[in-house]
């Protein structure tokens, strides 16, 4: 088992942002968690990557908002509750979020460059290597300043950047927000090649539609609360998903 949620219940002062939240991902999976806007996707993301934890503690030190944080999440067999986020990347957990950092004064090649030496990675030029083969768009545009790349093309750097930390399970916070459908499309095909390569992905989307045809499960969340399950085949079938998601 790769990860492990358990009754996972996440309170931010008394608001309930996650109620009793459970799932898993197997290795080698491609897992979704979907659901529309405010359901909990971001607070569940960063409580896997660790960053709730830090905002929970960097709050309670200034008294800000009271983060409650109930349940367990394993990782590989081990609670990872406590563990610091940088702790959890080099564990192999990297989560991709929307409007990651990226130079933008910098090249595409740059970029890639800088974010292989943060990770600490012994080969950052076969990371390009592989970054380039996953998005070929990239590599026509290795030169260009990552400031003038369309929105599409930064989450593809956004994304590529995150894989030369090497992930073990690579979280995918709305990577579709934002895209065309055609952006969209290309996008779900590189997750799928990532996929192949053996890298477990758990990716958070509003957008059923371009993401179920290639998932192997998903779980449908609704205000913090887990509502329907299966595989995408079947949440594709499924009628509620179909009139919330197809408006079908
Ligand atoms: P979106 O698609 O809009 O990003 P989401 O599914 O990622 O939504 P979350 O961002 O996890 O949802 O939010 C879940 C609930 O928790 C929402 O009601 C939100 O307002 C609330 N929430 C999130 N972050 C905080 C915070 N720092 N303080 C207080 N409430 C928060």
């Known amino acids: 088992m790769m990860l492990e949620v358990k009754n996972l219940m996440v309170f931010y002062e008394n608001a309930l942002a996650l109620n009793d939240f459970s799932f898993h991902v197997l290795e080698g999976e491609f897992v979704s968690v979907l659901g529309p806007n405010s359901a909990g996707k971001t607070t569940m993301m960063n409580s896997i990557s660790g960053l709730l934890e830090e905002m929970r503690v960097r709050e ?31 564990r192999g957990i990297v ?13 595409v090649v740059e970029n890639l460059k800088i ?24 590599e026509r545009f290795k030169n260009r300043k990552a400031g003038f790349l369309s929105g599409g093309e930064q ?25 065309s459908p055609m952006l969209q499309r290309n996008l779900v095909e590189a997750m799928k090649h990532i996929n192949h390569k053996g ?5 958070t989307e509003q957008f ?38 197809f408006g079908i």
Do not use: C, W
């Open 60 to 90: 309670a030190r200034r008294g800000g908002v009271r983060i409650t944080v109930l349940g367990e999440i394993l990782y590989k067999g081990d609670n990872i509750l406590g563990v610091k986020p940088k702790n959890r990347v080099k």
């Open 95 to 107: 989560l991709a979020r929307e409007r990651h950092p990226i130079f933008r004064e910098s090249d």
């Open 115 to 138: 974010a292989g030496y943060l990770h600490g990675s012994g080969s950052v030029r076969q990371d390009i290597h592989s970054v380039f083969e996953l998005f070929p768009t990239l």
């Open 155 to 179: 989450q593809m750097l956004m994304i590529g950047m995150v894989l030369t930390a090497r992930p073990h399970l690579l979280l995918l916070d709305e990577p579709l927000l934002g895209l």
């Open 199 to 203: 890298i477990t992905q758990l990716v």
């Open 208 to 245: 059923a539609r371009p993401l179920l045809p290639f998932i192997d499960r998903g779980y449908i969340l609704e205000n913090g609360m887990h509502t329907l399950s299966g595989t995408g085949q079947e949440l594709m079938d499924n009628p509620e998903v179909k009139s919330a998601y």
